[in-house]
């Protein structure tokens, strides 16, 4: 079992900044991935950026030079510095934790709402 816990959301006029922060249960060396993930009302769950055990990184293209994903193996944490912020950046953001051994957990979700 993993628990996730995410903070650091919030309200925010276009242009500004905020940082998304996960802290894992247990070691992220575990994890075979972990990412932000953000959801809309009646629109499906979309990948925004991962990290993958391999030391790779994918990012949505929606996002390419404005967010960039992190992580502190020291303090079990995956973190999302998100710059430039839009209106269309509204949503529900989830942190993920994938493992095949482990299994894959969700964070209870983060509110980042950002006004025009």
């Known amino acids: 079992q993993v628990q996730l816990v995410e903070s650091g959301g919030g309200l925010v006029q276009a242009g500004g900044s905020l940082r998304l922060s996960c802290v894992a249960s247990r070691s992220i060396l575990s994890a075979d991935k972990m990412g932000w993930y953000r959801q809309v009302p009646g629109k499906q769950r979309e990948l925004v950026a991962e990290l993958r055990s391999s030391g790779s990184a994918g990012t949505a293209d929606s996002v390419k030079g404005r967010f960039t994903i992190s992580r502190d193996y020291a303090k079990n944490a995956v973190c999302l510095q998100m710059n430039n912020l839009k209106p269309e950046d509204t949503a529900v953001y989830y942190c993920?934790?994938?493992?095949?051994?482990?299994?894959?957990?969700w964070g209870q979700g983060i509110q980042v709402t950002v006004s025009s």
């Open positions: 993920n934790y994938a493992s095949t051994i482990l299994g894959t957990y």
